[in-house]
């Protein structure tokens, strides 16, 4: 159920990096909304223009990039 889902949103300790396109239309920005509340120190990055697979659209460049950042253990 919904509750259950937010629940266990609250149990996630560990660094959660959350990457949106401003154009997907499968995981809306109510759902990117709904895990930042949920999971307060999750850090929300946005691709202006991606949809819902950002390394296989013209934002592939951009998305490597910001992975490759929150990935690093520098």
């Known amino acids: 159920s919904r509750n259950e889902y937010e629940k266990s949103l609250g149990k996630i300790s560990s660094p ?3 990457i949106h ?3 997907d239309i ?3 920005q109510s ?3 709904l895990v930042g509340k949920h999971v ?3 850090k929300k990055i ?3 223009g991606a949809g819902h697979y950002p390394w296989a659209d013209q934002t592939r460049t951009k ?3 910001i992975l490759k ?3 690093s253990y520098a």
């Open 69 to 71: 950042k929150e990935v």
């Open 40 to 42: 307060p120190h999750a």
């Open 46 to 48: 946005e691709i202006k």
């Open 16 to 18: 959660l990096s959350m």
């Open 31 to 33: 759902l990117f909304n």
């Open 26 to 28: 499968i995981s809306t």
């Open 63 to 65: 998305f490597l990039e």
């Open 21 to 23: 396109g401003t154009n």
